[in-house]
């Protein structure tokens, strides 16, 4: 049975929300939390970046469910060895129940300190290195490293948890895929595609946990919900790789016109239809994840997590 968890968006709601909707989604029944990591949102109408460090040391404080970044990118940004020490930091505050989701992350947010934005086979490169330059310090030994892409010296973390930090890679094409097999101590992916599950567990991901999510909008009105994530989400419905190399929320909201409310209706489960929402997440679930995490883009946070904790979570914890 997979656990069902909430997905909290730091491109969409400040600290003190965040922190409040993380526990109505304990009380509302979710069994962990997903946490985005931006410098920019996606677009000004979404509105907020908190620093996603900091909102996690009060999630610690707040809730005690497990939480995860999805995802960090710890390669252009910010120096893997600064990554690391951030979520060794949050392993130890939450009692070891912190994941470390990376990925190869987008222009949007790590080229503002004017670095070149590398292309899509560099980025890979520079996050496997990333990995293993992460993993060497979370052992809590000093730690030297010369490698293509990054310089440690004489580095150690002296905070870090009793067991190293998991480090869950995303991917969403088969490169990416295929070193989430070999270096991830799990898979994380946007889509319930199948075949991509079954690459990453034959590549050599094996039993370790694929974890998935979606964005919905719970609102009484379906069009009024329509309106919602037209609004605030149409970049989730841009092709290709726009979202990885347009660099700023700006260039985003130039090409969201293209989206239209009737491809926001097709593609995103909107309204209060149990079964639609119910069907939205089981997709998951039949493609074979461990972990589903679910975000609600529209105002009416108390109907959602109402609404999931009588309607929609009994009947996926059952397997209806």
Known sequence: MPEYGYFLSCEQYGPAELIEQARMAEQAG??????????????????????????IGALSEAVSLPV???????????????VAQAAATSAVMTGGRFRLGVGTGEALNEHILGDAW?????????????ILVMRRLF???EVNHHGTHYTVENARLYTVPDEPVPIDVSGFGPAATKLAARVGDGYITMTPDTSMVEQY???????????????????????????????????ELLPGELGQVLPSPKHFEQVQTLVTEDMVRQNR?????????????KQFADAGFDRIYVNQI?????GFFDFYRT?????????T
């Open 269 to 281: 489960v909107c309204g209060d239809d149990a079964d639609e929402h119910v069907a939205e997440l």
């Open 201 to 235: 567990r034959k590549g050599g991901g094996g039993a370790k946990p694929v974890s998935g999510g979606t964005k919905v909008c719970f609102d009484t009105d379906r069009d009024e919900a329509v309106r919602a994530v037209h609004r605030l989400w149409p970049n």
């Open 30 to 55: 979710f069994q962990a939390l997903w946490i985005s990591d931006h410098f920019h949102p996606w677009n000004d109408e979404q509105g907020q970046s908190p620093f996603v460090w900091s909102v």
């Open 298 to 302: 529209g105002p009416d946070l108390r």
């Open 311 to 319: 309607k929609v979570l009994p009947q996926l914890q059952q397997g």
């Open 139 to 141: 052992t809590g030994e």
């Open 118 to 130: 590398p292309p899509a086979h560099v980025r890979l490169e520079m996050l496997e290195e990333a």
């Open 68 to 82: 995860e970044t999805a995802v960090t990118c710890p390669t252009v940004r910010v120096h893997p060895a600064v």
